[in-house]
Nanobody, 122 residues
Framework: QVELVESGGGLVQAGGSLRLSCAASGRTFGSYAMGWFRQAPGKEREFIGA???????YYADSVMGRFTISRDNAKSTVYLQMNSLKPEDTALYYC????????????????WGQGTQVTVSS
């Protein structure tokens, strides 16, 4: 069992930056591939990016070049650095964990955090 807790969300102006954190507890963090997703009101959950156990990263086209995912296994934490934020980035952001490879499909992830709200004003 893994428990995930996101933090770092908030209100930011367009063009600004935020760094989200996702702290994990439970089984060995380094064994998990970690994903970040977001969900805006009335929309489906959207894949943002993922980081493998070996620290390889993958991103959705919508955030490529603006968002960066990293992980610190010693702190059992994964990060999402978001730069050049746009109003369309406004959503509830979730981290998720799975023992398999890093994938884009939400259903592949076994554990989810409660989400942290990011609001980008124009």
């Amino acid at each position: 069992q893994v428990e995930l807790v996101e933090s770092g969300g908030g209100l930011v102006q367009a063009g600004g930056s935020l760094r989200l954190s996702c702290a994990a507890s439970g089984r060995t963090f380094g064994s998990y591939a970690m994903g970040w997703f977001r969900q805006a009101p009335g929309k489906e959950r959207e894949f943002i990016g993922a980081i493998t156990r070996s620290h390889n990263t993958y991103y959705a086209d919508s955030v490529m070049g603006r968002f960066t995912i990293s992980r610190d296994n010693a702190k059992s934490t994964v990060y999402l650095q978001m730069n050049s934020l746009k109003p369309e980035d406004t959503a509830l952001y979730y981290c998720a964990a799975q023992l398999g490879i890093a994938t884009m499909a939400p259903d592949d992830y076994n554990y989810w955090g409660q989400g942290t709200q990011v609001t980008v004003s124009s």
